[in-house]
């Protein structure tokens, strides 16, 4: 019973999955007025419960060409139903001006046939920007009535290798959260070179300032056929509050808003690469501008098996560095009298007003093999000048070389040209150096050490001459010079002091203090008495201090006599007392 | 028994050190090894790879080796970078100003990108002695003429006398020379690495000329503005602006 219930919900399903099967169709173009020459994307959106949707029958657009540019699928499984869709996109490009309508467009699925509805398109000379539409939710493409991009060409035919210079210009009047950011269309078929720099300036249209940032591309088409510059983007914030309408709630949200990011995209453009016109002459190696060629040598004698460069420089305008000139066409050229070697190339690329230019040199290494005057022939340089559409030449002048008979044998050995039987020549190349197979390390000293110790012996000479100077003058005024020095040799001589010999002690002590005396008072030593202490300190210094002068006097005089008379031990505490006693002294005869 | 502890804790990082540093001079030699292997082998840009990974270890470690610089120059160059190549040449002649192959090479260089017209005479002549050898010198003289100026002081002897006029003269005129080295050598100088558009201003200026520089030319930067630098084109005698990226800074 089971079984069988289960069996009819299994055909019931199916069934109804069988009926209920429709298949979709929808068209929408991204814009309904476009210029002549524009290009019009027209999406074709085929849905349906079925893994197998048909493709779309596109009516006959005699008003518009016609390209594919690819389909994308969608496939969902919800609750074991599949839906899937397909959208089929074509570019449509305009052929005439007018109103027109692109007819429906039919799909059969089981027999029966679906439509979309007539879309209607009118082209015009140019677009108008307020009828361009967003093609989803922030993304627009085109004119946008604030802020915009454009990328056009300065032409939509040219030859392989000839310059297209595609500009891209992003138009803004509304201030920009961010700093946009670009993304600059695809290029396949095409070698890219950019035209620095970026240009910003200010330009009105209809009335309203924009500020616009321009980027100009060079391109040089690298095969024939039809190409497509593909779609420019700038993403960028923006407020997202309306300035006009102030009492909205928008207005005030601004405060809290971080704004909206929009993503503003260009419109592809479609090139056509015309093919070089047949027959390409002889010796045309696919150079395509305006040329001149000059050729001139570095010497013009030089000795046989010595080796000179032959530069050929080709200066114009095109794509500079495409310019070739094979090895073999020198070799060609200069015949059997040269040994010719790989040409070493430099490049000099100008774009003065968007232009790609320049000039681009061979210094090719030629080594005569017989001496003799001998004559490079002219060079003759084919390209094809995409202005008059014809293959014009440059020929450089002829160039004589003397060369004297060989002296010496060269060293270092290289394969020659291949038309030549011989194997190998000598001749010597530059090359660089070897690599060190070994390294040392270090620890890099700051630079500015040697710049700093160079005040030293400035500053040593400096002291030495200050201290000089100083020692004069107090020379000068002997009796100050003794008096200053009197306090600092005193306290040097006590602190040498031997303690252990009674004796010497106390005439260590005694010495010191005459001698502290006699500096001051500017006598001898033998002089200092009573007498004199007397008449250089009576009543200039305080009266105790003076009387334990003439008492320490008369002590230490009777301690040199008779050392016995007090402990060793106390010797030390009597240095400290005459240490002290002296400095009182020395503080108070500075205020004298 | 805590001092113990902390002698014993002392003595491991002490060995965890130096081991570190056994252990990277180790890996350093053998991958120097490597790379030389690979460069007579021909696989400059294998080669290169392990130079530059040595250079950033040395980086790290703050030392420099002038080998290692030279090598790198010279695995830039057989890759055809001309413009790196005479880069880390100047930087390998800046510790090592009379070494014969650096010379040779960056001459060389110099010689093949068409910029061997880059220095003036002074220039050329103050480039005789490098920055260290000039200020070394210049110690030297002034040492002796100070310390004869010192002996005049307190001798009346004729050579002393002679000895500081012979050195006060020569004590000038490297000391001019000094002079003009530093602000030479204080230059920021940098090496274009990628040939590259040289500007008439910052692109955030609306003007249109630019002139192709190409790569291996040395500059003055004379200031820099967001991400460009304004220089000047010691070989074209040039001013413009120039992408900081494409300018590898030598001396700053």
Known sequence: MRKFIITINLIIWCLSVKLFSEINISASVDKNIAALNDQITLHVTVSGD??????????????????????????????????????????????????????????????????????????????????????????????????????????????????????????????????????????????????????????????????????????????????????ATIKCLIEDFDIDDFFSDDFFRRFFSTGKEIVLKSEPIEITVLPLPEPQPQNFHGSIGKYSIVAYLDKSEISQNETI?????????????????????????????????????????????????????????????????????????????PDTSQYEISISKPLN????????????????????????????????????????????????????????????????????????????????????????????????????????????????????????????KEAISIDEINKFYKNKIPENLYKNITSFWEEINFYRFSPSKIEVQNLKEYIQKVSSLLKTLEDETKKI | MKQKKYRIIKVFLIFLFFSSGFALEESINSLFKEAVTEYKNGNFSVSLE???????????????????????????????????????????????YHDKNINYNLNLVKKLTNNNQEDSFIDQFIN????????????????????????????????????????????????????????HDNRKTGIVVETTDLLSAPAIIPQTKSVQINEAKKVIVLSEKDEYYAVFVLQDKIHGWIKKDKVGIIKS
């Open chain 1, 50 to 231: 079925s893994t197998n949707i048909p493709y779309p029958k596109i009516p006959a657009l005699s008003d518009f060409q016609i390209y594919s540019s690819g389909r994308s699928q969608n496939i969902s499984i919800v609750n074991g139903r599949i839906n899937s869709s397909i959208t089929f996109s074509y570019i449509l490009v305009p052929k005439r001006i007018g109103e027109f309508e692109i007819p429906p467009i039919t799909v059969e699925y089981q027999g029966k046939i679906y439509e979309t509805q007539p879309i209607k398109i009118k082209v015009e000379k140019q677009t108008t920007s307020s009828q361009k539409l967003p093609l989803e939710k922030n993304v627009y493409r085109g004119q946008k009535k604030d802020i915009f991009i454009e990328t056009f060409v300065d032409k939509r035919k040219a030859y392989i290798n000839e310059q297209i210079t595609l500009t891209f210009r992003f138009y803004t009047k509304i201030p920009l959260l961010s700093q946009p950011q670009y993304t600059p269309p695809s290029t396949t078929g095409f070698i890219t070179e950019d035209l620095p720099p970026q240009r910003n300036y200010y330009t009105i249209i209809n009335g309203e300032r924009y500020y616009v940032n321009e980027i100009k591309t060079a391109l040089f088409p690298t095969s024939a056929g039809k190409f497509t510059i593909g779609e």
């Open chain 1, 309 to 385: 460069f032959l530069n050929i420089k080709i200066t114009g305008t095109g794509n500079i560095k495409s310019v070739s000139i094979p090895k073999s066409f020198i070799e060609e050229i200069l015949g059997r009298n040269f040994l010719v070697y790989d040409p070493i190339i430099s490049l000099d690329l100008k774009k003065e007003n968007y232009k790609v230019s320049g000039n681009k040199t061979f210094k090719v290494p030629i080594t005569p093999l017989s001496a003799g005057t001998l004559i490079i022939p002219e060079i003759k340089f084919i390209y094809f000048n």
């Open chain 1, 401 to 524: 070389l003397k060369v004297a008979p060989a002296s010496t044998q060269p060293s270092l050995a290289i394969r020659s040209p291949s038309y030549l039987k011989q194997q190998y020549q000598k001749i010597e190349l530059e090359d660089i150096r070897y690599i060190f197979e070994n390294f040392r390390t270090k620890k890099p000293y700051p630079k500015n050490f040697l710049v700093i110790i160079q005040i030293f012996p400035f500053m040593f000479w400096l002291g030495i001459v200050t201290y000089n100077e100083y020692k004069k003058r107090l020379l000068k005024d002997i009796k100050k010079y003794r008096a200053s020095r009197a306090y600092k040799i005193a306290l040097l001589k006590l602190k040498s002091i031997d303690i252990k010999d009674k004796k010497i002690f106390w005439e260590k002590i005694y010495e010191i203090f005459s001698d502290y005396l006699a500096d001051k008072m500017n006598l001898t």
């Open chain 2, 50 to 96: 392990k130079f530059l990974h040595i250079q950033k270890e040395l980086e790290k470690n703050k030392i420099i080796s002038a080998e290692i610089l030279y090598n790198i120059g010279n695995c830039y160059f057989k890759i055809n970078k001309p413009g790196y190549a005479r880069f880390y040449y100047e930087l390998a002649k800046f510790y090592k």
């Open chain 2, 128 to 183: 005789l002695l490098s920055f260290n050898e000039t200020f070394i010198l210049l110690f030297i003289l002034n040492l002796v003429f100070f310390a004869s100026l010192v002996s005049g002081m307190f001798s009346t002897s004729r050579i002393i006398k002679w000895v500081k006029r012979f050195t006060f003269v020569l004590f000038l005129i490297f000391l001019t020379l000094a002079i003009f080295k530093y602000i």
